[in-house]
């Protein structure tokens, strides 16, 4: 009988911890729900893995599945957004066009480098040895090289145009870009019924 007691007893304390522990998580679920940004966060966590605020525990809400179609989303939204033609400009974009104009432009030359270097020991020693003008002249086809590579940017650079084409041979009845979108719109409903 003292087992049986002793059982009953331990059994009705794992309730009463279990339910002080469910009614503690609850009174921080409504807590969480009524602050703003609780659920931001949560979102975070739960989509990325890792931990939205400090004191948020959560568990992985979403498959597998989901979660790749989530990233393929976001992949996606990433790719729109950069299509309006701001992604020319990135520091990133600079970044892949140098390096393309260095690989394409720019071969080094290890066996000159080599010859200069054992020509002159001291030659790139550190950065405060560094000698700006002194006596190196580059050979005429590396300079020819740079000139070329540069005059084709050039002309890249005038081929790239963002400008709208106009029609010169037209009348002008607008006074500025705005005018003449709403000046074409009027034309397209009024057309054949004003005179003009």
């Known amino acids: 009988m003292a087992d049986r ?5 331990a059994l009705r ?4 911890r279990a339910k002080e522990e469910n009614h503690s998580d609850m009174v921080e679920e409504k807590k969480r729900e009524v602050d703003a940004g609780y659920k931001k966060a949560h979102a975070t966590y739960t989509k ?9 525990v959560g568990v992985n809400e979403y498959s597998a599945d989901q979660c790749v179609t989530w990233y393929g989303r976001e992949e996606e939204k990433k790719k729109r957004r950069a299509s309006d033609g701001t992604e020319l400009f990135t520091s990133e974009a600079h970044a892949k066009a140098h390096g393309r104009r260095l690989n394409r432009s ?15 020991p001291d030659l790139y020693n550190g950065a405060s040895d560094i000698q700006t003008g002194g006596g190196y ?3 005429k ?11 084709q940017q050039e002309d890249r650079r005038k081929n ?3 400008k709208r084409s106009t029609f010169h ?12 979108h709403f000046n074409k719109k009027i034309d397209r409903f009024f057309w054949g019924i004003h005179a003009g």
């Open 13 to 16: 304390e794992r309730m009463k």
């Open 106 to 120: 720019v071969k080094a030359d290890m066996d000159h480098y080599e010859s200069l270097k054992g020509s002159d």
């Open 169 to 180: 041979e037209q009348d002008v009845d607008y006074i500025n870009d705005r005018n003449q």
């Open 160 to 162: 790239f145009s963002r």
């Open 48 to 56: 990325t893995g890792k931990r939205g605020r400090e004191g948020d």
């Open 137 to 139: 002249t580059a050979p």
């Open 5 to 9: 007691k002793s059982r009953l007893d």
């Open 141 to 151: 086809e590396k300079v020819d090289a740079m000139v070329r590579e540069l005059m």
